[in-house]
């Protein structure tokens, strides 16, 4: 697969017990770069596939843990659509807080104590505010 053309979606029975037939099942996706590999695989009909921690045996249709092989689940492969093919990924749109004020109405740089600002972005504001740090960026 080269093109990174996605032609099926695979998804993990994430059910704390995979195999049990009284409770409804639920299915997890594999991030999109697992997809991709398994997908890859599945197109070139190779037996399996070896990822990190698992390995995807597709005749069983089963996630096999490396360093447990009896911690099995199954495996489900959902052809894609041309609705699929343009949905945003679930992970990709994480939003936490959304803002109350833009960050000039928030005070700009000098309210940046506001708990919802990541630590790292005043870290790096703070470290700019230093006149070291400023000589160097302008020179």
Same mark, same amino acid.
């Not at 099942?25 to 997908?39: L, Q, T």
């Not at 199954?74 to 807080?97: G, H, M, W, Y």
């Given at each position: 697969?080269?093109? +990174?053309? =996605?032609? +099926? &979606?695979?998804?993990?029975?994430s $059910?704390?017990n995979?195999?049990?037939?009284?409770?409804?099942?639920?299915?997890?996706?594999?991030s *999109?770069?697992e997809?991709?590999?398994?997908?890859?695989?599945?197109?070139?009909?190779?037996?399996? =596939? !070896?990822?990190d921690?698992?390995? #995807?045996?597709f005749?069983?249709?089963?996630? &096999?843990?490396?360093?447990?092989k009896?911690?099995?689940?199954?495996?489900?492969r959902?052809?894609? *659509?041309?609705?699929?093919?343009f949905?945003?990924?679930?992970?990709?749109?994480?939003?936490? *807080?959304?803002? =109350?004020?833009?960050?000039?109405?928030? +005070?700009?740089?000098s309210?940046?104590?506001?708990?919802? =600002?990541?630590?790292?972005?005043?870290?790096?504001?703070?470290?700019? $505010?230093t006149?070291? !740090?400023?000589?160097? #960026?302008?020179?």
């Amino acid at each position: 697969m080269a093109t +990174g053309a =996605v032609d +099926g &979606i695979w998804y993990w029975k994430s $059910n704390a017990n995979p195999f049990s037939s009284t409770e409804p099942a639920e299915w997890s996706r594999f991030s *999109d770069i697992e997809n991709e590999i398994i997908e890859d695989a599945f197109q070139h009909n190779k037996k399996e =596939v !070896l990822l990190d921690n698992h390995s #995807i045996d597709f005749k069983l249709e089963l996630q &096999i843990n490396k360093s447990d092989k009896t911690r099995q689940r199954p495996v489900l492969r959902k052809s894609d *659509d041309c609705n699929q093919q343009f949905a945003p990924r679930e992970t990709r749109f994480n939003i936490v *807080d959304m803002p =109350v004020k833009t960050f000039t109405e928030a +005070g700009g740089f000098s309210k940046l104590q506001h708990s919802s =600002v990541p630590s790292l972005f005043r870290n790096w504001v703070q470290k700019i $505010n230093t006149k070291e !740090l400023r000589s160097f #960026i302008l020179l």
